[in-house]
């Protein structure tokens, strides 16, 4: 099983500044990374697939990148509604995993 | 518009059978490509994929819970069904349902709000 891992546990940020959200996988996963934002009481939403393609309707401050094991989530200029928790998936191997996630909080 | 629903009981006993249904909408389950999932989560943590059924009814489980799983499709009636026996309260969790509409790639793109279920005597 493919185990990923996410850094930091927690990021601090001001509204209208950069965040930079980090996810590892124990193995090389190619691209086949997803991005997903899940904010209190809803479900996860599909930010980001194919490690850098943004899903529909997602805007162009949210951004991705990497191969192999080491991926990068960048929100160019954080939005409140920004604030929430991210989670990456891996869907190169089975079984499926997805990291422990990333609280983005205000700071 | 795609749309996927959770029902199911809210509470069920340490080793009974859970069954979850999730109904959905816009989409079928005939074409090629398409799959439906289950995820969990745990109150505070983090997501857990369980199973995936592909529109051809080739089925996919987690290895930590495969002989506790079972997911089926009717398509006639746009529905799919999650079994998972001998519950127990680490089994506490919101379960979710989710379309999986691109041809080549495992994610999911739309997902239903997610059903609580408490595990507990």
């Known amino acids: 099983e493919i185990v990923m891992t996410q850094s930091p546990a927690t990021l601090s940020v001001s509204p209208g500044e950069r965040a930079t959200l980090s996810c590892r996988a124990s193995q090389s996963v190619s691209s086949n990374l997803a991005w997903y934002q899940q904010k209190p009481g809803q479900a996860p939403r599909l930010l980001i697939y194919?490690?850098?393609t943004r899903a529909t309707g997602i805007p162009a401050r949210f951004s991705g990148s990497g191969s192999g094991t080491e991926f990068t989530l960048t929100i160019s200029s954080l939005q409140s509604e920004d604030f929430a928790v991210y989670y990456c998936q891996q869907y190169n191997n089975w079984p499926l995993t997805f990291g422990p996630g990333t609280k983005v909080d205000i700071k | 518009q795609i749309t996927l629903k959770e029902s199911g009981p809210t509470l069920v006993k340490p080793t009974q059978t859970l069954t979850l249904t999730c109904t959905f909408s816009?989409?079928?389950?005939?074409?090629?490509?398409?799959?439906v999932g289950w995820i969990r989560q745990p109150p505070g943590k983090a997501l857990e994929w369980l199973a995936l059924i592909y529109w051809d009814d080739d089925k996919r489980y987690s290895p930590s819970l495969k002989s506790r799983l079972t997911i089926t499709k009717d398509t006639s009636k746009n529905q799919v069904v999650l079994t998972m026996t001998n519950m127990d309260p680490v089994d506490t969790a919101t379960y979710y349902c989710?379309?999986?509409?691109?041809?080549?790639?495992?994610?999911?793109?739309?997902w239903g709000q997610g059903t609580l279920v408490t595990v507990s005597s």
């Open positions: 989710a379309h999986k509409g691109n041809p080549w790639e495992v994610h999911f793109d739309y």
């Open positions: 816009g989409f079928s389950l005939s074409t090629s490509g398409v799959g």
């Open positions: 194919g490690a850098s």
